[in-house]
């Protein structure tokens, strides 16, 4: 067996060269063969074009000795995972990528030569991102709920929207935004500066970084509620200008005041706005008015007036008495507290009465309340006349008293001759006592000229009701008094009438003050010359007065009448005989 392999290998062994021999020639021929093709240059830049969000085009320079070139498109830079390739011939050096792309996504690009099976060098990884798809536009934009704090958008959704861009501004060109936000959803809510404003605005619809036309729309919020403002008040001064003061109201941003010489007469100035509650009219207003001066005061909130005051009548122009008097009286209003209850330190009714009696001593004139004619035997009015050295007035023919009620009036008889006097009563209401007007007509031994003096005490509480009740019932009760007043003065003397009103300038939005005026009489503490302890309260409860002004007491006169002075008189509180202070007055007359 082994001589047999042996016998093969002699009978190979010549072929074996001469095959090696061919091998060689073979691959030296294939090799001479390969060298004469040309050789594959690298392809020149590659430039990207048209991006959009879902194709692109892509150019480059023909590379020399290739017969085409592949275009790769890769979602990773070591082109694993291809998406789209092409082969394209080496005479078309362009290549149009329209499939397997997703927007806003960043992609890799790589053209590689080749000729036959020669492949040449590939191109650097060329890096680019597909754009977004440009979302639609926006119908309208539709603002609601409109309020002082802002307001809503809302709109359809339009198509390839994704986000929203929404700007808001006070400015038409939408400049300096308060707002510039990307929502999501196709609604918001925008909080505004302030109210009362007009603003601007627009949606712009996003896709990515693209955004298509804005839609516009604007609105103009509505201003926070002003009230009206309460009582506002126009004292005058002696050298012819006002001081116009009134309380501040809430969301009130300015204020307009305007005077007339009527309720609904036209303005005979009106002055700028102003942010304080309080001003001073120019010199000679005064003399463009006449009688009652009527004072309307306008709240404004950002230039816009959701309300206004009505006109009220709150001074009389000064001047009316010109040159010397005619007669000059000192008057009183003096609410005596009632003889059914105790005072502080707890004396009885006699000497309470007889205290304030002394309190009215060198007056001319003094209206009381809650002075009734008998009580428990006695007489409160008797009392307090005999200790005030003054006479009750009483009917000149039958000699009855002219107070039905607990109003009396108290006058000097040595200098005054009572001509005519009667008592109303003013209120009808079962809820609270039944409340007069005390009125007198005086005439002065040695001048000869006559005044209307009248007393009355309004409402203070009414018995299961609130204080707006109370209020409009001492409103009716006002009306009435200015109503017998008018009635029994057919003459037009000049009138005074003092009283306890259960109220004062700006306790209400209406007051009996406000309706007096409106009849021709002014409240004295805004007419007369000069102020004495106008800041204490007439009312103190036997605590101590505090000093905000406020005067449930009064004195009011009419044209042809000056008041020289008003005073409230503070008492040691303790020991005081009666819960409310004296106030009085120095009236002159012409």
């Not at 009312?539 to 406020?550: I, L, N």
Request: glycine letters at 8%; charged letters at 20%; a positive charge.
């Amino acid at each position: 067996m082994r001589h047999r392999h042996r016998h093969r290998l002699r009978r190979l062994a010549p072929v074996t060269p001469l095959v090696v021999i061919g091998l060689a020639v073979a691959s030296f021929t294939a090799s001479q063969a390969f060298a004469q093709e040309p050789r594959i240059e690298p392809v020149g830049p590659v430039a990207v074009s048209s991006v959009g969000w879902r194709s692109f085009h892509v150019d480059w320079a023909r590379p020399e000795g290739a017969a085409s070139t592949r275009i790769a498109v890769a979602t990773d830079p070591l082109m694993r995972h291809v998406v789209w390739s092409e082969r394209s011939a080496a005479a078309r050096p362009h290549a149009y990528v329209d499939r397997g792309l997703t927007e806003g996504t960043e992609y890799f690009l790589q053209v590689t030569p080749s000729n036959g099976k020669r492949v040449g060098d590939p191109t650097p990884v060329r890096e680019l991102r597909t754009g977004w798809r440009l979302p639609g536009y926006l119908d309208a934009v539709h603002v609601g709920q409109v309020g002082t704090g802002g307001f809503s958008l809302s709109w359809a959704r339009p198509t390839d929207a994704s986000s929203y861009r929404v700007v808001a501004s006070a400015h038409p060109d939408l400049s300096q935004p308060f707002l510039d936000d990307v929502v999501w959803e196709t609604s918001t809510r925008v909080a505004a500066p302030r109210d009362g404003a007009r603003y601007y605005v627009s949606v712009l619809p996003l896709r990515g970084s693209h955004e298509s036309a804005p839609t516009t729309a604007s609105v103009t919020l509505p201003v926070k509620h002003v009230a009206a403002v309460r009582a506002p008040v126009a004292q005058p001064r002696s050298d012819g200008t006002f001081d116009v003061r009134w309380p501040q109201v809430a969301n009130a941003t300015g204020y307009t005041v305007s005077l007339a010489s009527s309720q609904h007469g036209r303005a005979v100035w009106t002055s700028k706005p102003t942010a304080a509650a309080s001003m001073r009219t120019p010199a000679g207003v005064a003399r463009s008015l006449r009688g009652i001066v009527w004072v309307r005061v306008t709240a404004s909130r950002f230039g816009r007036v959701p309300r206004t005051s009505g006109s009220v009548a709150t001074a009389r122009v000064q001047g009316a008495v010109t040159g010397r008097p005619r007669l000059t009286i000192k008057v009183a209003s003096y609410n005596l507290l009632g003889p059914q209850y105790r005072a502080h330190g707890g004396e009885s009714w006699r000497t309470r009465f007889a205290a304030e009696g002394r309190a009215l001593r060198g007056f001319d004139v003094a209206g009381v309340q809650e002075a009734p004619r008998t009580f428990h035997g006695g007489s409160p009015q008797q009392v307090v006349a005999r200790h005030a050295r003054l006479t009750i007035a009483r009917h000149p023919s039958s000699h009855r008293d002219c107070a039905a009620g607990s109003t009396p009036i108290l006058y000097r008889a040595s200098r005054f001759q009572l001509t005519a006097c009667g008592s109303t009563r003013v209120s009808d209401t079962r809820r609270d006592q039944p409340r007069y007007v005390t009125w007198a007509v005086l005439r002065d031994k040695a001048t000869h000229r006559s005044v209307l003096v009248a007393d009355t005490h309004l409402t203070a509480h009414l018995e299961g009701a609130g204080s707006r009740a109370a209020a409009a019932e001492r409103l009716r009760q006002a009306r009435r008094v200015a109503a017998v007043i008018r009635r029994h003065n057919p003459h037009h003397l000049p009138v005074v009438l003092v009283g306890d009103l259960n109220s004062y300038l700006g306790s209400a939005p209406a007051t009996p003050v406000g309706v007096f005026a409106q009849a021709g009489l002014a409240d004295g503490e805004l007419t007369a010359d000069r102020l004495v302890g106008t800041r204490w309260n007439s009312y103190h409860g036997f605590h101590a007065t505090k000093a905000r002004g406020h005067h449930l007491d009064h004195v009011l006169t009419s044209s042809g009448t000056r008041v020289v002075s008003l005073e409230v008189r503070r008492t040691n509180e303790r020991h005081a005989p009666s819960d409310h202070h004296r106030v009085s007055a120095v009236i002159a007359i012409g």
